[in-house]
C-alpha cells in the first residue's frame, strides 16, 4: 500500500530545471491560446462540458416546470421542441462524451506513464473544435432557430417541407462539426494508449480506465461515420433537394434510422463505457484491494464495445421490419447484459472483499450501481420485442435512459469530480459538503425519473409540451418536477463545493487516498512534465509495488528521465517494450487557428455564403498543409555533414 | 530442433492466436450482416427466395457457417489458455499479456456462439418474412 508521499525524484535538480524549460509554459494570454498541454486541455474540456450542462440542465428545468401541471402555458410548443432537443443533443454530443474526455485527457498519458498525449496539437485542435461547436448549436437558441424535432432527427418530419427554417440545419452541421473533434479524439487516445505507456506495462497492466478508453475510442472510430453520413444526407436533402429519404424518388425514410441507430445505440456504451471504467478506477482506493476478476472485466469491455454494434435495430422494433430480422438483434440485446452483469458483480465482489471507505467519491459509486442496474433491468424489458413495441414512445422510455445515462454517466462523473479534484486542483474538497450533495442528487434523481415508469405505462407519450389532466398523470408529473428542483440543488452543491475546493480547500498531498495507479505517484497537480523520472511498471498497481515506486526514485536510469529535450517514450503496443524517444511539439497556434476557419466554413454553410465556404475551405486546406509540413531539421540531426 | 520458430510458424501462430482471441466476433459480425441483410432485402423485394435458394436454407447458411468458425476460434482458445499460464515474479511479461488474451477470447468466443445460436432457434421457429 502506498504511502501519500510521492517518490523521492530520482532526477537531479538540473535536470528537474532542463524538464521544465522544455516543457514548462509561462503564463500568458498567448500561451493560454496556443497550449498544447494535455492537463490544460483535459481541464478545458471538463469546464466547457460542464457549462454545457448547466444550459441543458436549466432547458430541462424549464420543460419540467412546464409539465408541472396539465394544461400549463409557460412555454410555447415551439419553445418546448427546441428545448426538449438542444436538452437531449447537448447531454449526449456537447456533456456527456466530451466531460468523459476530459477526463481521458487529463488521466490518460498520468496513468499510462507518459509526458502527453501522442498528438498534442490535434488534442488542442479537438477542444477547440468542440468548444465552437458546442457555442455554434447554442447560439441558435436565443435566435428561435435551434434544433426542434428531437436528438434523433428522424425523417421525414426533419425534411424542409416539415420543418423549414435553419433549425435542423444547424442540428446536422453542428454535429458534423463536432464529429471532427470526436474522431480527432478518439485516434488519439488509441495511440497515446497503444504506443506511449511506461516500459514494462504490458496490456495485462493496463488500468481498467485505460482499457474502457479505448474501447470507446474504437467504438467512436466505427459509429460516428454513421451519423456523420446520416447528416451529410440530411443536410444535402434539406439544402440542394437531394432525395436520400424520399421514398417517391427511390430513397429510404427507413435509412435515416438505421445509419441513425447503428451510431446510436454504441453511443449508448460510448457514454457510458469510460464512466464504467472510471468506477473501477476509483474502487481501489476505496476498498484497499484491486478490482475483482481483472481479466473478466478486461472482457467485459472488450465484449460490450464488440456487441453494442448489433443491437441498434431493438429502437426500430415498432417499423414493421421483419420478426426474424427482429430476433437476430433481440439475442444480441438480451446477451450483452451478461458482460454489464460481470462487471457489477466483479464490483460487488470488489466492495464484498474490500475494506471499505466511505467518502464521497464511494458514495456517488454505489448510487451509480443502483441507479444503473435498475436502467439495466428496465433496458432488459425492451429486449423483447412485444413488450417494446408497448411502450415505445411513451414516458416509460424517458424513465429508462435517464436511469441509465444519469446511473451510468453522471454518477460516475460527479465520483470523478471528487476522486481526482485533488489531483487536477492540487486542493481537497469539503467531505461534508460532498455528502450533501450526493444525497440531493440521489434523492432528486430516483424522485424525478421514477415516476416517469409509472405515467409511461399509465400511457402519457413522450414529447408532448402539455397534457390534458388524466387519471396518473397530473399528481406524478408534479411529483417529478418537484424531484428535478432537487437534483438541481444537488448539483449545484457540487459546483459550489468544486469553487469552495479551488479558494480555500486544503493543499492535496501526491496520494490522498492511497491509489493504486500511476497518476498518485506524481505531485499534485502533476508538474509540466508530469513524471521526473517516467517509469518502469512491475505490475496491474504500480503505485501499491515497491519496485515500480522506486524505479521514480532511487531506481531511476537517464533513459527514462529524458531531460535533454521535450521527449517521451514509445514502447511497443502489446508488452510495452522500450522502442525509442520521441519528440513531442510545443505550443502552436494552428490548432485554434484551423478550427476558426472551419467554424467559419460551417457558418457560411448554414448561412448559404457559398463563397465565403469556398475561401474557408481553402484556408483549411492552407492551414492544414502548413501544419503538416516537415519542420526544417539541423544538418547534423539529419546526418549531414557540414 | 530450434529454440526460435521460423518466420512462417511465427506468422501462422500469430495467426492462430489472433484468431481465437477475435475469431468469434467476426463471425458473428459476418452472421449478423448476412443473416438480417439478406432476410430484409429479400423480404422487401417480395420474394422468399434468394438465387432460387430458399431464404430459409440461405439464412440457415448466415448461422451455421459463422457457428462453426466460432467453434472453431474457441477451440483455439481453450488451445491457447492451455498452452500459457498465471504468470509468476520475474517471468516475461508476454506470458501474462498471452494468458489475458487467452482468457478474453474463451469467454468471448462463448458469448458469440450463443448469440448466434439464439439467432439459429428464431430461424427454426418464426417465417423469414412474418411481420
Given at each position: 500500500?502506498s ?14 530545471g532542463?524538464l521544465?524549460?522544455h ?93 502527453d498525449?501522442?498528438f498534442?496539437?490535434?488534442n ?13 448549436m ?25 420543418t ?22 478518439s ?16 496490456l495485462n ?9 479505448v474501447a ?13 453520413l ?14 436520400f429519404f424520399?421514398?417517391a424518388a427511390?430513397g ?11 451510431f ?13 471504467g472510471i ?11 484491486g ?17 453494442s ?13 421483419p420478426r ?18 460481470i ?28 441507479t ?23 414516458y ?8 441509465v ?8 462523473i460527479?465520483?470523478a ?6 489531483k487536477?486542483?492540487g ?10 450533495a450526493?444525497w ?15 405515467y ?14 388524466e ?19 444537488g448539483?449545484?452543491?457540487v ?17 490522498p ?50 531531460a ?18 520521441v ?9 485554434l487557428l ?28 492552407g ?13 547534423r540531426e ?5 | ?10 506468422l501462422?501462430?500469430g495467426l492462430l492466436?489472433w ?10 459480425a ?6 438480417w ?6 423480404c422487401a ?7 432460387g435458394v ?9 448461422v451455421?457457417l ?5 467453434v472453431g ?13 498465471p ?25 458469440f ?7 439459429g432457434?428464431?430461424?427454426?421457429v418464426?417465417?423469414?418474412c412474418?411481420?
Open positions: 500500500m504511502t501519500t508521499a510521492a517518490p523521492v525524484p530520482g532526477a537531479s535538480r538540473e535536470q528537474l532542463r521544465e524549460e516543457w514548462g509554459e509561462r503564463p500568458s494570454l498567448r500561451a493560454w491560446l496556443t497550449t498544447v498541454d494535455h492537463k490544460k486541455i483535459g481541464r478545458r474540456y471538463l469546464v466547457t462540458a460542464g457549462l454545457f450542462f448547466a444550459l441543458a440542465g436549466l432547458s430541462a428545468l424549464a420543460m419540467r416546470t412546464q409539465l408541472a401541471r396539465p394544461e400549463s402555458r409557460l412555454l410555447s410548443p415551439q419553445e418546448y421542441n427546441q428545448l426538449f432537443t438542444m436538452h437531449g443533443t447537448a447531454m449526449i454530443f456537447l456533456f456527456a462524451t466530451p466531460m468523459l474526455f476530459g477526463f481521458g485527457n487529463f488521466l490518460v498519458p498520468l496513468l499510462i506513464g507518459a509526458r498525449m501522442a498534442p496539437k490535434l488542442a485542435l479537438g477542444y477547440w473544435i468542440f468548444l465552437f461547436a458546442g457555442l455554434f447554442w447560439a441558435s437558441l436565443p435566435f428561435g432557430a435551434a434544433p426542434n424535432a428531437g436528438w434523433f432527427a428522424y425523417v421525414p418530419l426533419t425534411g424542409q417541407q416539415h423549414p427554417g435553419l433549425h435542423m440545419d444547424v442540428y446536422s452541421l453542428g454535429l458534423l462539426f463536432l464529429g471532427i473533434a470526436t474522431t480527432a479524439g485516434i488519439n487516445f488509441i495511440v497515446t494508449a497503444l504506443k506511449l505507456r511506461a516500459p514494462g506495462m504490458s497492466r493496463v488500468p481498467l480506465f485505460v482499457w474502457a478508453i470507446t475510442a474504437f467504438m467512436v472510430i466505427f459509429a460516428l461515420p454513421a451519423l456523420n446520416d447528416n451529410a444526407m440530411l443536410f444535402l436533402d434539406r439544402r440542394f433537394g437531394t432525395h424520399d421514398p427511390g429510404n425514410v427507413l435509412l435515416w434510422q438505421h445509419l441513425f441507430w447503428i446510436g445505440h454504441p453511443d449508448v456504451y460510448i457514454i457510458v463505457m469510460p464512466a464504467l468506477v473501477s478506477a476509483v474502487l481501489p482506493a476505496f476498498t484497499r484491494r478490482v475483482v476478476g481483472y481479466v473478466l472485466v478486461v472482457f467485459a469491455i472488450v465484449a460490450i464495445s464488440i456487441i454494434f448489433g443491437v441498434w435495430v431493438h429502437h426500430m422494433f415498432a417499423t414493421g421490419l426474424l430480422s427482429y430476433s437476430f438483434f433481440s439475442a444480441a440485446s438480451t446477451i450483452i447484459t451478461i458482460p454489464s452483469g462487471q457489477i458483480f466483479a464490483w460487488l465482489a470488489t466492495m464484498l472483499l474490500g475494506r471499505l471507505v466511505v467518502r464521497v467519491p464511494l458514495l456517488f459509486v454505489i448510487g451509480f450501481i443502483v444503473f442496474v435498475l436502467g439495466g433491468f428496465t433496458g432488459t424489458m425492451f429486449a423483447l420485442t412485444a413488450f417494446d413495441q408497448q411502450v415505445t414512445d411513451s416509460f422510455v424517458v424513465a429508462h435512459f435517464h436511469y445515462l444519469i446511473g451510468g454517466a453522471v454518477f460516475p460527479l465520483a469530480i471528487y476522486y481526482w479534484l485533488p487536477i486542483t486542493r481537497m474538497y469539503h467531505e461534508g459538503l460532498g455528502r450533501w450526493f440531493l442528487v440521489f434523492a432528486g434523481m430516483h424522485v424525478t425519473f421514477f415516476p416517469m415508469h409509472l409511461g405505462l399509465f400511457g402519457m407519450p413522450r414529447r408532448v409540451y402539455t397534457y390534458p389532466s387519471p396518473g398523470w397530473d399528481g406524478w408529473n408534479l411529483v417529478s418536477t418537484i424531484g428535478s428542483y432537487l437534483l438541481a440543488v448539483l449545484l452543491l459546483v459550489v463545493g468544486v469553487v469552495h475546493a479551488i479558494r480555500r480547500g486544503r493543499p492535496a498531498p501526491p496520494d487516498w492511497g491509489g493504486d495507479t500511476l497518476e498518485w505517484s506524481t505531485d499534485s497537480p502533476p508538474k509540466s512534465y508530469n513524471f521526473p523520472v517516467l517509469p518502469q511498471v512491475h505490475s496491474l498497481h504500480p503505485n501499491w509495488d515497491e519496485s515500480s515506486r522506486e524505479s521514480m526514485g532511487a531506481g531511476a536510469e537517464a533513459d527514462r528521465i529524458l535533454d529535450g521535450r521527449t517521451t517514450l514509445l514502447t511497443s503496443e502489446l508488452d510495452g517494450r522500450r522502442e525509442r524517444e519528440e513531442m511539439p510545443g505550443s502552436s497556434w494552428q490548432p484551423l478550427a476558426l476557419v472551419m467554424l467559419l466554413f460551417f457558418t457560411a454553410m448554414l448561412f448559404a455564403w457559398y463563397p465565403v465556404a469556398a475561401v474557408a475551405a481553402v484556408a483549411v486546406a492551414t492544414v498543409a502548413t501544419w503538416l509540413w516537415p519542420p526544417r531539421r539541423p544538418d539529419l546526418g549531414v555533414s557540414a | 530442433m530450434s529454440a526460435h520458430p521460423g518466420p512462417r510458424a511465427r501462422a501462430g492466436f484468431y481465437a482471441v477475435l475469431g468469434g466476433a467476426v463471425a458473428w459476418v452472421h449478423l450482416l448476412a443473416g441483410g439478406v432476410d430484409e432485402l429479400t423485394s417480395g420474394s422468399d427466395h434468394i438465387g430458399p431464404l430459409r436454407a440461405a439464412v440457415g447458411a448466415a451455421a459463422p457457428a462453426l468458425a466460432t476460434a474457441l477451440l483455439a482458445a481453450v488451445l491457447l489458455w492451455r498452452r500459457t499460464h504468470p509468476s515474479e520475474g517471468e516475461d511479461r508476454s506470458v501474462g499479456r498471452g494468458r489475458l488474451l487467452a482468457v478474453v477470447g474463451f469467454w468471448s468466443n462463448l458469448l456462439l450463443t448469440i448466434i445460436v439464439l439467432g432457434v428464431a430461424l427454426l418464426l417465417p423469414p412474418q411481420r
